[in-house]
């Protein structure tokens, strides 16, 4: 199957700084990009739909100006975290769509576990 | 929106026995359904997927079955083995998957050998 590649896997920060995830489709072009949320022991929970080149859809609830999203190339989309705080510790998920033989199939990435301290 | 519900949360099955686990949908207008499974700490994997203009898809001792009427949908594990201990989500979307995925809230899924 296709490959999407996370980074950072982890990251410890502190109250106040941001930090940028950076999600990666290896071997096909992603158009479409997702970005989720987990909590332990809880369900993925969309946060933002990312288009490439076009401004990012965000679900309701989740602050856009907090959680700042870039696809600025079909293979990569950027989620950054800005002034982070404790309550933003969590799983971060990626996912991306491919096209043509890999159609609606989601190639999840390998996560980020954020912990603000 | 699309409201998927999944049950059970957890399940304790035997090595060799069968698990299922069921997961309803609010959407009439859904007509994709992945399964994925997510070992700790890892990221989800899709095991088996079914579309709506099919009741049932098999692959090896995987198997979904989908009630469009009742609008629910099942996986089936056959013969189970202790790496088959994972959560498992179940997941609807529409457009045939072209749109945002509504996951279910997961099953904890334990083998006892």
């Known amino acids: 199957g296709a490959v999407v590649s996370q980074h950072p896997s982890w990251v410890i920060c502190k109250s106040g700084t941001s930090v940028k995830i950076e999600c990666r489709s290896l071997?096909?072009?992603?158009?479409?990009m997702f970005w989720y949320r987990q909590f332990p022991k809880q369900s993925l929970m969309l946060m933002a739909t990312?288009?490439?080149?076009?401004?990012?859809?965000?679900e309701q609830g989740v602050e856009k100006d907090k959680f700042l999203i870039n696809h600025a190339s079909l293979t990569l989309s950027t989620l950054t975290v800005t002034s982070a705080h404790p309550e933003d510790s969590s799983f971060y998920i990626c996912?991306?769509?491919?096209?043509?033989?890999?159609?609606?199939?989601?190639?999840f990435g390998s996560g980020t576990q954020l912990s603000v301290l | 929106g699309e409201n998927v519900e999944q049950h059970p949360s957890t399940l304790s099955v035997q090595e060799g026995d069968s698990a299922v686990i069921k997961c309803t949908y609010s959407?009439?207008?859904?007509?994709?359904f992945p399964w994925y499974k997510q070992e700790l700490g890892k990221r989800p994997q899709l095991i088996i997927d079914?579309?709506?203009?099919?009741g049932e898809k098999k692959d090896q001792r995987i198997a979904v079955t989908l009630n469009k009427t009742a609008k629910h949908f099942s996986l089936h594990i056959t013969e189970t083995q202790p790496e088959d201990s994972a959560v498992y989500f179940c997941?609807?979307?529409?457009?045939?998957?072209?749109?945002?995925?509504?996951f279910g809230t997961g099953t904890r899924l334990t083998i006892i050998p």
């Open positions: 996912s991306a769509r491919g096209l043509g033989g890999t159609n609606e199939k989601l190639f």
């Open positions: 071997d096909f072009q992603a158009t479409t």
């Open positions: 990312s288009n490439e080149g076009s401004k990012a859809t965000y």
């Open positions: 959407d009439s207008a859904s007509n994709y």
């Open positions: 079914i579309r709506s203009n099919v």
């Open positions: 997941a609807a979307s529409s457009n045939f998957g072209n749109e945002k995925l509504t």
